[in-house]
Structures are given as structure tokens and as C-alpha cells.
């Protein structure tokens, strides 16, 4: 594996400009992550905390849950 400056990417990562959501934006996209997670309930797909994608629902692909 190749190695490299983890202070240099996070100083690079931490220069970046970007643009955060406003507290409106926030409280929308964690009603949507709530709404995508009760659908996937009703699908009886069943998320675990590695699907949790966060506030901006940049999850994974639900895995189905087990037969029972």
C-alpha cells in the first residue's frame, strides 16, 4: 500500500469550499431519511447501522433482511 500525509489530505479536505445546508435544508433531508427508512420497514428490508448514510442520505444499498 502506498503511503501518504494524512495531515496534507485533511489540510486539503478542511481548505475545500464548499457550501452547508441551512437549518431548513438539514431538518428536509433528515425528514427524507426518516421517510426512506420506514418504506424500507414496509419493504421488510430491515436497515442496519452501516446502511445509515447520514443526513445528507448518502447511505448504502438496503441489505433484505433474513428469512424468518
Not at 441551512?22 to 447501522?49: F, Y
Request: with cysteine; charged share 30%.
Amino acid at each position: 500500500m502506498a503511503d501518504f500525509d494524512i495531515e496534507a489530505v485533511r489540510a486539503e479536505v478542511r481548505a475545500m469550499d464548499f457550501v452547508r445546508g441551512t437549518p431548513v435544508e438539514v431538518a428536509m433531508w433528515r425528514e427524507d431519511m426518516a421517510e426512506s427508512r420506514a418504506n424500507l420497514v414496509i419493504e421488510d428490508m430491515i436497515p442496519t447501522p452501516n446502511d445509515d448514510g447520514g443526513v445528507c442520505g448518502r447511505g448504502r444499498n438496503p441489505t433484505p433482511s433474513s428469512p424468518r
